[in-house]
């Protein structure tokens, strides 16, 4: 098992930056594709960005392609979000989540929240407008 603990959430004004951390714990970072993942109030969850297990692959929605690049240290055990040029829309709570893919390609990585195994429990990001 994995567990996650993201950080990095806040209150800023639109058009500033945020960078979110997910630190990780349990077993060997390096088998886990990542994701993060995005829930606002009144709103489905819905994907952000995903990154494979040694970060060769990574893909976006298109909401936050262009702005929001997601990374990953392995040798920390942490994936990051660095999010700029945010908008009021922004607004909600982001969640990292892991997907053990030991037995699939290095370079798997998911838009679907149904693949992935484990889940932090998030942490708020407020844009004022």
């Known amino acids: 098992q994995v567990q996650l603990v993201e950080s990095g959430g806040g209150l800023v004004q639109a058009g500033e930056s945020l960078r979110l951390s997910c630190a990780a714990s349990g077993r060997t970072f390096s088998r886990y594709a990542m994701g993060w993942f995005r829930q606002a109030p009144g709103k489905e969850r819905e994907f952000v960005a995903t990154?494979?297990?040694?970060?060769?692959?990574?893909n976006y929605a298109d909401s936050v392609k262009g702005r929001f690049t997601i990374s990953r240290d392995n040798a920390k055990n942490t994936a990051f979000l660095q999010m700029n040029s945010l908008k009021p829309e922004d607004t909600a709570v982001y969640y990292c989540?892991?997907?053990?893919?030991?037995?699939?390609?290095?370079?798997?990585?998911?838009?679907?929240?149904?693949?992935?195994?484990?889940w932090g429990q998030g942490t708020q990001v407020t844009v004022s407008s």
């Open positions: 990154i494979s297990k040694y970060g060769g692959n990574t």
């Open positions: 989540a892991a997907v053990e893919v030991t037995y699939r390609s290095a370079t798997f990585t998911s838009r679907y929240s149904y693949d992935y195994d484990y």
